[in-house]
């Protein structure tokens, strides 16, 4: 695999019984990209990404992330990647840095440099006053910049973000893409998936799930030029129309 790829997928499928939900899908993500990967409920991209993270075996074909083999070694997949999803991943009834103790240590990370970086972590981010404060008692924006943070602190080759903005308002929103620039800047490859169409925009590259299967996949501005459409919400609607069935 190149070394300026950092997840690569050949004729990847997931079947349950007769049902294919992932049906043969071939995409690369370069290092540094910021990717999006969409589809409608249904299309098959939460299974995609269950595969991609090593959380689930695939039925056939190839997925390779970080350079390990996603059927094979899982466990080194793991190790190589951050993931945040909706839910923020964090312990509500911990404190904010039993949080960061906790994630740093299932990452395999030294006690020495959790502590290290932690107290950097926690100054960067204006957190340094509230690192005993209960998770539950953090304002939403809070929660979702420490989450992300907490998912990128063993500074992993890509994080997957799975529709982490949704429920949060359009500042926070705003602020929370600032946090993904920055991580970009420092190495790190962005695998997000979103519903909000204008995030999309965001994107280095975008791939559209339809029914198990990946129906474009090129840039914003590209994928508009195509389609004919003034924004991804109206390329992202030409295509789920195409689709068949309805739940993931």
């Known amino acids: 695999m190149n070394n300026n790829v950092v997840i690569h997928t050949e004729n ?33 991209k939460t299974t995609a990404m269950r595969m991609l993270t090593g959380l689930s075996h ?14 094979r070694q899982s466990e080194m997949v793991k190790k190589s990647i951050g993931y945040m999803s909706q ?23 030294s006690n020495r440099e959790i502590a290290v970086r932690s107290e950097n972590m926690l100054k960067q981010l204006g957190f340094y006053e509230e690192r005993n404060t209960l998770v539950r008692s953090l304002p939403l924006g809070w929660k979702q910049k420490l989450s992300f943070s907490v998912a990128i602190f063993h500074h992993p080759d890509v994080v997957f973000l ?25 190495g790190i490859t962005i695998f997000v998936t979103t519903h909000y169409m204008d995030e999309a925009e965001y ?22 030029k195509k ?22």
Not at 90 to 105: A, H, M, P, S, T
Not at 203 to 224: T, Y
């Open 162 to 186: 799975d529709e982490p903005t949704g429920g949060v308002d359009p500042v926070t929103r705003r602020r929370f893409w600032e946090l993904i620039y920055k991580a970009v800047e420092d």
């Open 227 to 248: 389609f004919q459409a003034p924004s991804m919400d109206d390329v992202f609607q030409k295509l789920a129309r195409e689709a068949v069935r309805k739940g993931d």
């Open 58 to 71: 695939p039925t056939a074909g190839k997925g390779f992330v970080a350079g390990y083999d996603v059927a």
């Open 87 to 109: 839910k923020f991943s964090l312990y509500e009834d911990l404190k904010v840095w039993e949080n960061i103790r906790l994630f740093g240590g299932i990452y395999g990370m």
């Open 203 to 224: 994107c280095d590259r975008v791939s559209i799930m339809v029914d198990g299967q990946i129906k474009a996949l090129d840039s914003p501005k590209n994928l508009k």
């Open 12 to 44: 990847l499928t997931k079947q349950f019984g007769s049902f294919i939900a992932v049906d043969h899908i071939n995409f690369d993500v370069k290092r540094g990209e910021i990717f999006g990967f969409l589809g409608a409920n249904g299309a098959g």
